[in-house]
């Protein structure tokens, strides 16, 4: 740890022991007694802390800036309080022995702040107290509390609103867990500030009854002493007096900087510079002011100079604020020229041709039967499913999926929903409200009651069922899913059939940047050196069409370093970047240490390579499509095979036909994967299932 880290631990540990020890202090001021000199300086800490409390509170831009802002008030008015008790003592125990005998300060208050008129001593104290009890500390109190309220009410919203941005990719953990702790701690803070408003509240009470007792009791025990009623009345007045001014000054102060602090969130700006940018800013309305002001200044008896004068104020002042504009006075100031302001239609036509422009890559919209499935707070869960399956696709594909953007469509019936890539399209279903969906894998489950259909996903036979038969129907062996699974699954299948077109440039250069910090001189000398981020982009997007994942990017870049010295050709390319991932193909297809799969007849193969022959050459080659569909057909039949099996689906053939073979297949089959043997590693063993003919 360096020495300033250490200093700074043993300057908290210090502060940590000061603070609980001046607390005790002011405590025990209260049934200790106390020196006048003492008591002097103590009066003079509370201003002090009184007046930086609401400099602070001025100067702040955000009310959490000032969260410890609640406590200061409580520490403010136990000291206030500790005072009036130390005054009190000192002024019925000594008040009548002559000046400074209760303390300077407090002396002072009554004798130069109010000349020593006892009668405008306790109308000035009567008035700070009315400010202070009935429009300040009232006022704060109600902002405190409506604001304490409303930030609960919106708490479940805000959450909901992060989860959301978490869930899509749009902000990280870390931001969400910063974001969760600063709504956790706004939510305390205003429900602080909602108690503190009380502590003030009790101390412009406490003010008055300590200033009646020591009027009382200073002028009983003052006559006890031998004193005449008018020199006692006198002295203790204006004693009494002065240690209630000395106490309201700072309460007025502390309870000013409560409703600065509540009335906070609404600038978003140091006070003073939103008033001077808010109010100055506005020219047409100084310029009106100051008008008003001439204009008052011309009628009979008003006193000229000061209308006059503060109009000029008012036009200068306005200029120079108007001129430079500080932070924040973009949205506050009336539009500049050629700059329109916030609420000129202009600008506002503008931002929504801006936004009907923008094209989510990803996107779902649902009716308003399933919005309950997206709000977090109700229960939904599917924006929790799509993060998790952003992360199963990651894991699977080595791709990011960019955020999926969910929101309600009124002109979709109540129940349905509908799935965009890039603004089009691609999926679409609909749910029934308050069902269940019972999915029947096997096709031979016994009947169950409820409304048929098919699932939107994979078309097997289905039932909309009760949510009470859930248990039944799974006794009789369906697969029960709610709404938000059936929306996070269609998803991820619309995900992996359309991954090609989620790889862009933007998306491959994001995984050569995470490559990158574990191997930046492989990536330098590939990408782009020897191959353009085009080249690499078109690779990646035949990898990934054909379920081959990309996650392991260092093998792909390598494999492309070595061999973009033979072929520029993404085809090509694939086709030797698939052989050197050929680990990864056969672990996917292993099943119990072999590798089941379809081959082509001898007679087959020869047929294609003859075909492809003549193609290369220009002579034709154009297959029958009568044998065509036979080898589609063929292919449906031998799948039926590998059920028994329990292995995936699998063509194998040899390297220079695996491409053409793909092409005739995937038309009927495009789940169907074919691979060469040469992407099979040697140590696994290779059985035939069946041999496709046409």
């Known amino acids: 740890m360096s020495t300033s880290g250490v200093t700074a631990a043993a300057n908290g540990k210090k502060t940590d022991a000061l603070v609980p020890i001046a607390i005790i202090g002011i405590i025990l001021m209260m049934v200790l007694p106390m020196p006048a000199w003492l008591l002097d300086g ?47 003592r000192l002024i019925l125990l000594h008040g009548g022995e002559g ?15 109010v000349e020593g008129n006892v009668v405008v001593g306790l109308v000035v104290f009567l008035i700070l107290t009315v400010i202070n009890f009935v429009v300040i500390t009232k006022g704060a ?48 803070f205003y429900g602080a500030m909602d108690g503190a408003s009380k502590f003030v509240h009790g101390d412009a009470i406490a003010g008055l009854l300590i200033m009646a007792i020591n009027l009382i009791g200073g002028l009983i025990l003052g006559i006890a002493r031998g004193m005449d009623i008018g020199l006692a009345a006198e002295t203790f007045s204006i004693l009494s007096v002065g240690d209630a001014l000395a106490s309201q000054l700072p309460a007025l102060l502390m309870s000013a900087a409560s409703g600065i602090v509540v009335t906070r969130s609404a600038t978003g700006d140091q006070l003073g510079r939103a008033l001077s940018q808010q109010f100055f800013g506005r020219r047409r309305v100084v310029a009106i002011t100051a008008g008003i002001l001439t204009v008052l200044g011309l009628m009979p008896g008003m ?58 890559v990803l996107s779902i919209e649902v009716g308003y039967e399933l919005v309950g499935v997206v709000d977090g707070a109700r229960g939904g869960t599917l924006l929790d499913r799509v993060g998790k399956l952003r992360t199963e696709i990651a894991r699977e594909l080595g791709i990011v999926v960019p955020p999926v953007h969910v929101t309600d469509d009124l002109s979709l019936a109540a129940g349905s929903y509908r799935i965009n890539l890039l603004g089009t399209e691609v999926g679409r279903g609909e749910c029934a409200p308050g069902r269940l969906l019972a999915i029947d894998p096997s096709g031979g489950a016994p009947p169950i009651e409820g409304e048929s259909t098919t699932d939107p996903t994979f078309g097997m036979p289905a039932v909309w069922i009760a949510e009470r038969d859930r248990e039944l129907a799974e006794a009789l062996g369906y697969t029960v899913v709610d709404h938000a699974t059936i929306l996070a699954t269609h998803l991820g299948e619309v995900v992996r059939a359309q991954a090609p077109r989620l790889i862009g440039r933007q998306e491959a250069q994001h995984l050569l940047d995470v490559l990158a910090r574990t191997s930046p001189k492989l990536v330098d000398d590939v990408v782009p050196n020897l191959l353009s981020l085009g080249e690499v982009v078109r690779v990646l997007r035949n990898l990934v069409k054909e379920g081959i994942s990309v996650r392991d990017m260092r093998s792909i870049l390598e494999a492309l370093g070595e061999l973009a010295a033979h072929t520029k050709d993404p085809e090509q390319l694939t086709e030797l970047v698939r052989e050197r991932l050929a680990p990864q193909i056969t672990a996917r297809f292993r099943a119990d240490g072999v590798v089941n799969a379809l081959t082509l007849d001898g007679r087959l193969e020869q047929v294609l390579r003859t075909s492809l022959s003549e193609i290369a050459k220009g002579t034709g080659g154009a297959l029958d499509p009568e044998m065509l569909r036979a080898l589609g057909t063929a292919a449906e039949r031998a799948l039926a095979a590998f059920g028994a099996h329990g292995a995936s689906p699998l063509v194998v053939t040899a390297p220079d036909l695996r491409r053409y073979v793909r092409a005739i297949l995937e038309r009927k089959l495009p789940q169907l994967p074919v691979v060469s043997f040469r992407e099979i590693e040697s140590n696994a063993p290779l059985r035939v299932i069946d041999r496709l003919a046409a």
């Open 141 to 188: 109190g109600r902002v405190a509390e409506v604001a304490a309220r409303f930030t609960l009410d919106a708490l479940p919203g805000k959450q909901m609103a992060i989860d959301a941005d978490l869930s899509t990719g749009t902000i990280t953990n870390d931001v969400a867990r910063t974001r969760r702790r600063d709504l956790e701690r706004e939510a305390d």
């Open 42 to 88: 103590m009066i003079a800490l509370s201003m002090a802390i009184s007046i930086g409390v609401f400099l602070t509170a001025l100067f702040i831009e955000n009310a959490l800036e000032f969260s410890a802002f609640p406590a200061f008030v409580l520490v403010g008015t136990l000291l206030r309080l500790s005072l009036n008790v130390a005054t009190t």
């Open 99 to 113: 000046q400074g005998s209760a303390g300077e300060v407090v002396e002072a208050f009554g004798r130069f702040v």
């Open 303 to 360: 006193p000229a100079l000061p209308c006059f004068g503060l109009a000029a104020v008012l036009v200068i002042v306005s200029r120079k604020v108007g001129a430079a504009p500080g932070p924040g006075a973009a949205g506050a100031t009336e539009g500049l020229a050629g700059q329109p302001s916030a609420d000129d239609p202009k600008r506002s036509s503008a931002e929504d041709v801006d936004a009907a422009l923008t094209v989510h």
